[in-house]
């Protein structure tokens, strides 16, 4: 009984509701070729929901005794269109998660870090709808998906937390949507940065370090905008106090600056 729970909540094809209405707002704010379509909404709304799901103490239950990858900077780690149904558990590194559009062009849903999990997606999906490349060299341990299921069917302990975290994941997933629409491109990006700040920062009073570099294109895709409106709002930010640049060139967000913006 507890198996056959667990395949219906991520083996079988997940129904979001209609996300139309996140839709990117039209105007000089946003990057129209970044309108992408309500499958690729869907698809960031459920990653941010699984990989809550499979953090944490599941990791104490499924990664004893396996192998660890290295991945080179810059590396992908799988592809959008590949056939391979298996997770990758950080150990160590970053890694951006997100897919390329019809015409090629790469939209990034997160940025993970040591002791996050990429591949999520494959619990939805026979074919990878998403891809991961490497920010820099990253270890990670590849576990096949039909050990997560056999895993998480002998830990009935497990449902309840289960359903608690993906709700709210969903909930805040679908806030980081909802910004398209109604926020312009300073706002986005403040939304972008604090996100950043809060699963990957390290925290000195109000200040928050981002211990990976990001360009800013990579910026702009994760903030739908264009690169050209996010180096304009960066400097802004910068004037502003809200942004600094550490020696290395890492971004450095004031929190408190920040909310107040």
């Not at 970044?34 to 990791?59: K, M, P, W, Y």
């Not at 925290?203 to 360009?215: K, W």
């Amino acid at each position: 009984m507890i198996r056959a729970g667990y395949a219906s909540m991520l083996e079988l094809p997940m129904t979001l509701p209609p996300s139309g209405v996140v839709k990117p707002a039209t105007g000089c704010d946003v990057d129209p070729r970044l309108e992408v379509d309500d499958s690729l909404d869907q698809q960031a709304i459920l990653s941010t929901a699984l990989v809550s799901i499979f953090r944490g103490n599941f990791c104490d239950f499924i990664l004893p005794n396996r192998k660890t990858i290295s991945f080179k900077k810059h590396s992908v780690i799988y592809e959008v269109g590949d056939r391979e149904r298996s997770l990758y558990f950080l150990q160590n590194g970053f890694a951006k998660v997100g897919t390329t559009t019809a015409d090629g062009r790469e939209i990034i849903y997160d940025v993970r870090k040591k002791g996050d999990v990429i591949g999520e997606l494959c619990a939805s999906a026979l074919v990878r709808p998403d891809r991961a490349v490497a920010l820099e060299n990253t270890d990670a341990i590849c576990v096949p998906f039909a050990e997560v299921m056999e895993t998480l069917s002998h830990q009935p302990g497990l449902a309840v937390v289960l359903v608690d975290v993906f709700c709210h994941a969903l909930k805040e997933a679908y806030a980081q949507v909802n910004s398209l629409a109604v926020d312009d491109t300073i706002h986005r990006l403040i939304k972008v940065l604090s996100g950043l700040a809060t699963r990957i920062g390290e925290r000195a009073g109000s200040l928050a370090h981002i211990p990976v570099y990001l360009t800013q294109e990579e910026i702009a895709q994760m903030a739908g905008a264009r690169r050209e409106r996010i180096s304009t709002a960066l400097n802004s930010l910068r004037r502003r106090g809200i942004v600094h640049y550490s020696i290395r060139g890492h971004l450095v967000l004031d929190l408190d600056a920040a909310e107040a913006a």
